[in-house]
């Protein structure tokens, strides 16, 4: 039945609803019940969507990464582009170098003040 046609019937003034009418009823209250739920798990879901974020943006760096390796001359980019599938495919080994760059820069400093 369409939902125009069940509209109307639940819409009619004057006699009490019949059986058909209040199963149409509670079958669509159930299904809008099922679609709220569903939104609200998925916005409660914050683990999940940061996790999907983190994959699209690591992804699109992948590929900005690509398109840049594949700009530079020849000699340049043979050398670079082991290390950029090094660093694109493992994110943890330059992050460790970084922050092993950042506190040995830091220790240097301290030392000469």
Do not use: C, F, N, Y
């Not at 125009?4 to 609803?17: H, S, V």
């Not at 199963?23 to 019940?33: G, I, M, N, P």
């Not at 969507?49 to 530079?72: P, W, Y």
């Amino acid at each position: 039945m369409s939902d125009k046609r069940q509209q109307d019937r639940m819409a009619m003034p004057g006699g009490e609803p019949t059986d058909e009418d209040l199963r149409l009823d509670v079958e669509l209250t159930r299904q809008e019940l099922a679609e709220t739920v569903a939104a609200l798990t998925e916005k409660a879901d914050v683990k999940g969507r940061v996790q999907s974020a983190a994959h699209r943006k690591a992804e699109a760096i992948q590929t900005k990464g690509e398109e840049l390796v594949g700009k530079l001359p020849e000699p340049v980019a043979t050398r670079v582009a082991p290390a950029w599938r090094t660093m694109s495919t493992r994110p943890a080994i330059p992050l460790a170098v970084l922050a092993a760059l950042i506190a040995l820069l830091t220790a240097w400093s301290r030392r000469r003040s």
